[in-house]
């Protein structure tokens, strides 16, 4: 069983729309959780970062995690064909300073 | 600005040969990153650096290899023993304790 799930997608959905993007895992010693959107060919970029289970809200999106089980979300309201991307989750146990683990990443796309 | 930067952005290297990989980061941060990324298999650790003069590898070691002499700085070789080097590679890092990663924005090495 892989660390962690993540449906790679492509996932379309119309403009405006609100996007739900999903990771699950196994480990339960991850405390911090991330989610990067990559554009093709660059570099991922954090957009949200959470610890614990718990819900955080930044703009037009939010990050809910459930830990109990092993469950992480990522909703996008009034989404954009800018949102068109690869969304990674990412995950972390803490207290170290070794590397994340990584789902596979989901690709949006935004119909104008 | 304060970031990562990754050059150079695309590399051409004939089967064979090494090739050296540049990361910069002006963000003051003590721990740094490679990882690799090919379609459908996400990200990869190959080494990390938490302080000058001192690494580990990571899960895809094999056929890479780095160095720490500056805190600013830490460049990937990419040996000839790596069975299968063409990938884009991201370069990242991390302040202290449990903050998330910071990426470059990647070099895509090709090695016919």
């Known amino acids: 069983q892989k660390e962690v799930e993540q449906d790679p997608g492509p996932l379309s959905v119309p403009e405006g729309a609100i996007v739900s993007l999903n990771c699950t895992y196994s480990n339960s010693a991850f405390q911090y959780f991330m989610w990067y959107r990559q554009y093709s060919r660059k570099g991922p970029e954090l957009l949200m970062y959470?610890?614990?289970?718990g819900n955080k809200e930044d703009g037009r999106f939010t990050a809910q995690v459930d830990k109990s089980s092993k469950y992480i979300s990522l909703f996008i309201r009034d989404s954009q064909p800018s949102d068109s991307a690869t969304y990674l989750c990412?995950?972390?146990?803490?207290?170290?300073?070794?590397?994340?683990?990584f789902g596979k990443g989901t690709h949006l796309i935004i119909q104008p | 600005d304060g970031g990562i930067t990754q050059s150079p952005k695309y590399l051409f290297r004939k089967e064979g040969q090494n090739v050296t990989l540049s990361c910069e980061q002006n963000l003051n941060h003590d721990a740094m990153y490679w990882y690799r990324q090919d379609p459908g298999q996400g990200l990869r650790l190959i080494y990390y650096s938490q302080i000058v003069n001192d690494f580990q590898k990571g899960d895809i070691a094999e056929g890479y290899s780095v160095s720490r002499e500056k805190k600013e700085s830490f460049p990937l070789t990419v040996t000839s023993a790596q069975k299968n080097p063409t990938a884009f590679y991201l370069c990242?890092?991390?302040?202290?304790?449990?903050?998330?990663?910071?990426f470059g924005n990647g070099t895509r090495l090709t090695v016919t």
């Open positions: 990412a995950m972390y146990s803490g207290g170290g300073a070794d590397g994340l683990t």
């Open positions: 959470t610890y614990s289970s």
């Open positions: 990242a890092s991390r302040d202290r304790g449990d903050s998330p990663l910071h």
